[in-house]
């Protein structure tokens, strides 16, 4: 398997622009997790889907940042608009309910830098 | 509420020394415990697991074990490596039935460095 696939790798924009980041799940994953690292703030979770559905959205940090998963294999995380303190890594993670072992798996993240 | 809590670090040790990465936790209920491990320009990986008390994880000379009465579940290894110069994260899950099901709480990670 390819494992979680996350796109663009890096990303930088200005401030105001909106900006869409990727993931895709390893097949037959049914949780998907975004993640936001910082040095100042550490590793937070944003938001997860069960089943394309979101479950908890209470990580989101306001109204700027939105989430979808319109299907089982694809993901987004919409900055609209972007502001320097969004500037993170964005992680995406996944895991499989069958996966009695509950480890989550993750992508190599997006680094996003505004300016 | 669930937490985890972790050394702070840096740690900075030579190779061949031997390493421990405190970590205690709070959960409500019987949570699995996991240490991650990010190596630099990476996502995070895991480590090595353990899903109930007195179980020891293990991997890559890494060990941990969950310790119920004391809620800990430190990391060993009894000689590093500069190639194990990585960020560790300590994390808990709890299973089917509660609210956070599915979802993994992160200690805030300990920055370990290892110099030949």
């Known amino acids: 398997d390819a494992g979680v696939i996350q796109s663009p790798r890096h990303e930088v924009t200005e401030m105001g622009q909106e900006v869409t980041l990727r993931c895709k799940p390893i097949?037959?994953?049914?949780?998907l997790f975004w993640y936001r690292q910082t040095m100042m703030r550490g590793l937070e979770l944003l938001i997860y889907?069960?089943?394309?559905?979101?479950?908890?959205d209470s990580g989101m940090p306001e109204d700027r940042f939105s989430a979808k998963m319109p299907n089982a294999s694809f993901s987004t995380l919409k900055i609209q608009p972007s502001e320097p303190r969004d500037s993170a890594v964005y992680f995406c993670?996944?895991?499989?309910?069958?996966?009695?072992?509950?480890?989550?798996?993750f992508g190599p993240g997006t680094r996003l830098t505004v300016l | 509420g669930n937490s985890v809590t972790q050394m702070e670090g840096p740690v900075t040790l030579s190779e061949e020394a031997f390493l421990t990465i405190n970590c205690t936790y709070t959960?409500?209920?019987?949570?699995?415990l996991f240490w991650y491990v990010q190596y630099p320009g990476e996502g995070l990986q895991l480590l090595l697991k353990?899903?109930?008390?007195?179980d020891k994880g293990s991997n890559k000379g890494f060990e941990a074990t969950y310790r119920k009465e004391t809620t800990s579940f430190h990391l060993e290894k009894g000689s590093v490596q500069v190639s194990d110069s990585a960020v560790y994260f300590c994390?808990?899950?709890?299973?089917?039935?509660?609210?956070?099901?599915?979802?993994?709480?992160f200690g805030q990670g300990t920055i370990l460095t290892v110099h030949p």
């Open positions: 889907f069960n089943n394309n559905v979101p479950i908890d």
């Open positions: 097949s037959g994953h049914d949780y």
């Open positions: 993670a996944s895991r499989g309910t069958a996966d009695t072992s509950d480890t989550q798996y």
């Open positions: 959960a409500t209920g019987y949570p699995s």
């Open positions: 994390a808990l899950t709890l299973g089917p039935g509660g609210t956070s099901y599915g979802k993994l709480t």
């Open positions: 353990a899903t109930k008390a007195d």
